[in-house]
């Protein structure tokens, strides 16, 4: 009998039968890996059996479909470790293996993969006649595209639910079946799913097509799969949602099913909370609740209107970011909203941006262009006149509105919309200034986090793809000079990144931070980002120590990205209660009835003299309703005042989620609100 040998992750080898599973494998080690096992991890050992796994991989991963089947024995699904198979795939090669288990993080995908079948069965139990598209896991769960006549209503999808866990319970094997790619067309022909021959036509490698059986239902899949039904036991179908086929538009259109799925019912109900957390922080209903801006249909769609309350609250925002701007060295510009297209010819993005730009404006035969970006402005600033070396860094800043072209169906309130003003700052500098710059910008970054209440982040270096270098401006030695500073800098700083190679811009590589919110959803925030094209396009120079002329060093850099998604941000890290220093109304006075009126604004002015802001409420209600009132309002103090407090000159003081915090006098509330405003207490 043929042996092959099985390295083990802890260099343990076994000396098993050809064809032996990875499933028979587990069951030698112990009844409860067997159990618990999902899925292998295989790395052929030999070099000719690597070579030609990696080829096989490399088909696998050129497949633009999630379902999509290139066929190899023990090839599926590639990791940078080797590939993903069923567990009970026959091994015919010496191999390294791992049997993975839910904590192994690549099998939780493998287990929503699986759901995604389990749904597509569900469906066609209850409803023959619906036509398949895709099914692929996705971060948190799954989805499936179908096509029916009629929309799936929230009571069908009850039912799939109901029958998605009936199926479970059944424990019904997913089978591996390969058959010839004409005999797979055919049979999708017979049961009249277009889609998926439209698949197996244009994407199975001949001459044998991988597919999956979950009971009656068949997939075109190159898989892997878990073994079985009965392991999928924590998922909830969320939601309903239209979809393109192949996200196309033009092509038919969908119905997409989309569902949730966690190893454990525990997991499940944390994500579902976590969901129901987020729907109540949207900043779109709590804008709307709160009075903080709104998006008018009479003026178009992706256009911001901001209200009294959210634009006091940009000021002070603003006011801020400026202060320490010139604090920290930088130039403030302003530059127009509409400049001459040809600019944006020279900056190269009216060929390689256009699509995302509002159509040109003729004035005077002339053809202007409403600016998508701010740098071109700033560009010519710096070019304005001939620069020495003795000026650099130019740190050129403004918070600059612009206006981008984005389609109806991405908007999304404040983080998604049409004009904005960018946060933007551009720094003009030699080579040998570079490093202390971006460890100047992340300073900055970490100072925006601190007094904004963020104290969690993620950084990731994006790096260009050195096999390509026609997709990039710049030399190799500018990418390694570039790349180098970035990375130097994070490291004498001892901050920790995530290097993410091919990821960086044509133009150059980049810094990004992403902050994580109160809930724990990260949000892209702060870039600094190198320029390799913009200074030759404009022919930047400077002159140097030297008296020759020289190209200077440009990079771009933004913190909070965007005024607008950085508040919306705001509104949902804050669930709408803003720290007292952000506040639209710090405090609200709150007359017991309408003889303390006169008391209740004479404390109000005293407060305003001050320099607080304060709102009275004088409204002929009850005192619990102007509790709630300020409550939904989100005010951070409620002063109470009546009878007592007049006579002593003190307020009843309430805060917002402490509640009732006593008597106070008035001077003393004032020191306490003027410290935590300093502070810029969280």
Known sequence: MDMIHITMPDGAIREVPLGTTAAQIAQQISPRLAKEALVARVAPIHAAAAAAASSSASAAAAERSPDAAPEARLTSAATSEGFLVDLRAPIDQDVKLSILTPKDPEAIQVLRHSAAHLLAAAVMELFPNVKLGIGPPIDTGFFYDFVRAEPFTPEDLERIEKKMREMAGQDIPNERRMMPKPEAIELYRKWDQGFKCELVEERAIEPMVSFYTTGKFIDFCRGPHIPSTGRIRAFKLMSVAGAYWKGQEGNPQMQRIYGACFYTQQELDEYLHRLEEAKRRDHRRLGQELDLFSVQEEAGPGLIFWHPKGGLIRKVMEDWLRDELLRRGYDLVYTPHIMRLELWKTSGHANFYRENMFGPVEVEKDDYQLKPMNCPGHILIFKSHLRSYRELPVRLAELGTVYRYERSGVLHGLLRVRGFTQDDAHIFCMPEQIESEIEACMDFAFAVMKTFGFTEYVVELSDWD?????????????????????????????????????????????????????????????????????????????????????????????????????????????????????????????????????????????????????????????????????????????????????????????????????????????????QQIDSRSI
Request: net charge neutral; aromatic share 10%.
């Open 466 to 674: 050195a096999s390509h270098p026609e997709n990039y401006a710049g030399s190799a030695e500018d990418w390694a000079r570039s790349t180098g500073a970035l990375q130097t800098t994070l490291t004498r700083l001892n901050i920790p990144f995530k290097r993410m190679e091919g990821e960086a811009a044509f133009y150059g590589p980049k810094i990004d931070v992403k902050l994580i919110d109160a809930i724990g959803r990260p949000w892209q925030l702060t870039t600094v980002q190198f320029d390799f094209n913009l200074p030759g396009r404009f022919g930047l120079e400077y002159v140097g120590e030297d008296g020759n002329r020289h190209q200077p060093l440009m990079v771009h850099r933004a913190l909070w990205g965007s005024v607008e998604r950085f508040f919306g941000i705001l509104i949902e890290h804050y669930a709408g209660a803003f720290p007292v220093w952000l506040a639209p109304v710090q405090a609200e006075v709150l007359p017991l009835s309408e003889k303390f009126s006169v008391y209740a604004n004479n404390v109000a002015a005293e407060l305003r003299t001050a320099g607080f802001r304060i709102h009275v409420d004088e409204r002929n209600e009850k005192l619990q309703a102007k509790i709630r009132d300020a409550q939904m309002q989100k005010v951070p103090y409620m002063l109470i005042v009546g009878g007592k407090e007049a006579e002593a000159g003190t307020v009843s003081v309430r805060h917002q989620s402490k509640g009732d915090l006593g008597p106070r006098p008035i001077a003393e509330f004032i020191a306490d609100l003027r």
